[in-house]
């Protein structure tokens, strides 16, 4: 039977193959990451970074490790390390939701475990700030990581270089973004070309469709720039870029494929990345006083008469 649907709420909701359902705004070109997660897909996404991210930073050592945005992944959870937050920034979408933790509150008291055993965190954090202006001292983090907070920055060269000032020497970086190259990524860019013709799809966007994704070879080449080394970068979710979790589901052994024969190709990204400090060099007022300082006289060979050896005078 059907049922007569209200615009009031400025909703529709659409039925997809499989039996997904996912509520939209009216336009259909309005997604956010936040709300995204939430979807079948979004699901199968985060539980694959969390699996990931816990394996990376597992053997990370230092005093003090910093999550940028998106709260709901818990990526320090597996981290030993003391002092562990985690930072949002207001003006960002993927920080809806989200509410401080309480001083009395354990590091991962607020957690729940899903259907295939990833505990994903409740969204809570310690501090608020913007990513491209840190309130941390330069030299003063031993890991950032950065779950797709480039993609969302208002400016994310500023916002990696903000990153590097606040590493320490051989600090690490960890950088999660949508691959734009992936069958993900073509569906999304097929869609937004569409809406930007006139015609509108009845499916909407597959991808959030805040910020810009960054493609894995220039994000590479921006972290040279700033003298980090990548350490190793892998890619992940081959699964085709459907809605429905039970397509997904009997989709699952793409995952084991794309890993062997395609593995660029995967819809994320994750790239490790650690700060080298490779030599100083003095410059301005430490340049000029060593400039200043008296220089011995060169030593001089004279010669003398006859078979005697040369004598040299200073």
């Known amino acids: 039977m059907t049922k007569n649907l209200s615009w009031n709420t400025r909703e529709s909701v659409s039925i997809w193959a499989g039996g997904a359902i996912s509520v939209m705004t009216k336009a259909g070109t309005i997604i956010g990451l936040a709300d995204w997660l939430e979807t079948p897909v979004g699901q199968y996404l985060r539980e ?3 699996q990931q991210v816990e394996i990376l930073v597992a053997d990370v050592f230092g005093f003090h490790a910093v999550q940028l945005g998106l709260p709901k992944l818990d990526g320090l959870h597996a981290n030993r390390m003391p002092h ?15 509410t401080p933790r309480r001083a009395s509150q354990s590091l991962h008291e607020e957690v729940r475990t899903n259907s295939s055993g990833v505990a994903p ?8 700030c913007e990513f491209d202006a840190l309130p941390f001292q330069s ?7 950065l779950p797709h907070a480039l993609e969302l920055a208002r400016d994310p060269h500023l916002a990696l270089s903000e990153v590097e000032r606040v590493l320490v020497p051989e600090g690490k ?5 949508f691959n734009p190259a992936s069958l993900w990524g073509l569906r999304h860019r097929g869609s937004k070309l569409l809406s930007r013709l006139g015609a509108r799809s009845s499916e909407g966007p597959f991808l959030p469709t ?13 972290l040279r720039l700033l003298s980090f080394e990548v350490e190793t970068g892998q890619f992940g979710c081959y699964r085709p870029a459907l809605r429905s979790e039970k397509w997904l589901s009997r989709y699952g052994w793409m995952d084991r494929l794309g890993q062997r024969w395609w593995p660029v190709f995967g819809a994320v990204y994750l790239l ?23 220089k011995a ?3 001089v060979s004279v010669h003398q008469r006859g078979d005697a050896p040369p004598r040299i005078e200073l």
Do not use: H
Request: net charge positive; aromatic share 10%; no cysteine.
């Open 210 to 222: 805040e910020g810009e994704f960054i493609a894995y070879g220039r994000l590479r080449d921006w």
């Open 139 to 145: 030299r003063s983090l031993d890991l950032v990581l």
């Open 48 to 50: 694959w970074e969390q």
């Open 173 to 177: 970086v960890i950088i999660i973004g």
């Open 297 to 299: 006289a060169p030593a």
């Open 84 to 98: 562990r937050w985690y930072a949002i920034d207001p003006g960002r979408e993927d920080a809806q939701g989200a």
């Open 121 to 128: 965190r409740t969204a809570t954090f310690d501090l608020q």
């Open 272 to 294: 490790v990345a650690v700060k080298r400090v490779r030599g100083m060099r003095l410059v301005g007022l430490a340049r000029e006083a060593l400039n200043s300082q008296p």
